[in-house]
């Protein structure tokens, strides 16, 4: 099991490298390439 701090040190990695600077970008980038849909986000 991974510990959240491992899991937000992954996430701010992957933000950093594809330049996203906040939890909305990242929800956008995430719909715009069907990572989730719209409605996963409930």
Not at 12 to 37: D, T
């Amino acid at each position: 099991m991974l510990s959240a701090k491992t899991i937000s040190t992954h996430k701010m990695r992957l933000m950093q490298k594809l330049g996203i600077e906040n939890n909305a970008e990242l929800i956008r980038y995430a719909i715009k390439h069907g990572l989730i849909s719209e409605r996963d986000r409930s």
